[in-house]
């Protein structure tokens, strides 16, 4: 596996389109194969997390988006299914609850983020502020923002100024210590209409499905306006996005864990943990006064 292979494939540093980014890729490999080469950059991912631990400097956040049906749910239990449980947390954000909307849209995801030495997924983002209420600019009347008590109050430029909120936040948590990563998985609507039919057929996977599925999908090209511009205006050179083409599982998910690890590695900083003072001459001392234990 190459250095920095699958970042290159898939960093944004220029201005996207998203229609003309491919939602299939060719890696020159089987499914088969690329489940195994994921099993092998997990076992890395989770050692790399066990020292990041020990080291107890910099926390890992990876943002997650994606149209409904991209594979969210199970790309995180195969990619993080090796890790320490106690080492990455997995915080999922629905609808704002009561006591959440009597803070600002980012206090939620504020006190959801990692603990120095620790993963956080966030399975869904603080991007659904600058898409969903977007889409849906009537969701923003529950937050009670002043000067704001219908839709057509909503100002030209407000959705600019929150996608820069969002640049300084996300700026603020990586410059004390955070590492963020941001992945758009990148479906196709023909894919999207294959998944929801499975969804359909199978019993097993029945539960999933919801009738507001389909009145999203209606919604498709709003949202990928919206992803392109929320993504172009927040891919920064600190905190870039990177595009995973998401119509095969198993590449995207190595093409994700393949990012994590390329990146991850530049932070040569971070060492294993070492034994405190005095305590490496008297290891043997301390062998000793188990056996006699």
Known sequence: MKETHFTSRCKVQDKIVLKELPTEVDLGMTDEKAIKQLAKLRDKLSKFQDKMYAHNRYSVLICIQGMDTSGKDSLIREVFKEFNPRGVVVQSFKTPNSAELEHDYLWRHYIALPERGKFTVFNRTHYENVLVTRVHPEYLLNENLPGIEKVEDVPADFWDKRMQQIN???????????????????????????????????????????????????????YEEYYEEAINKTSTEKNPWYVIPADNKALSRLMLAGILWEELQKYTDIKQGELEAGMEENIELYKEQLRND
Do not use: P, T, Y
């Not at 963020?180 to 998985?185: G, I, R």
């Not at 389909?214 to 090209?221: A, I």
């Open 168 to 222: 300084n936040f996300e700026g603020h948590i990586s410059e004390n210590g955070m590492i963020v990563f941001k992945f758009f998985l990148h479906l196709s609507k023909a894919e999207q209409k294959k998944r929801l039919f499975r969804r359909l057929n199978k019993d097993e996977h029945n539960w999933k499905f919801s009738a507001a599925d389909l009145k999203e999908r209606e919604l498709w090209d709003q």
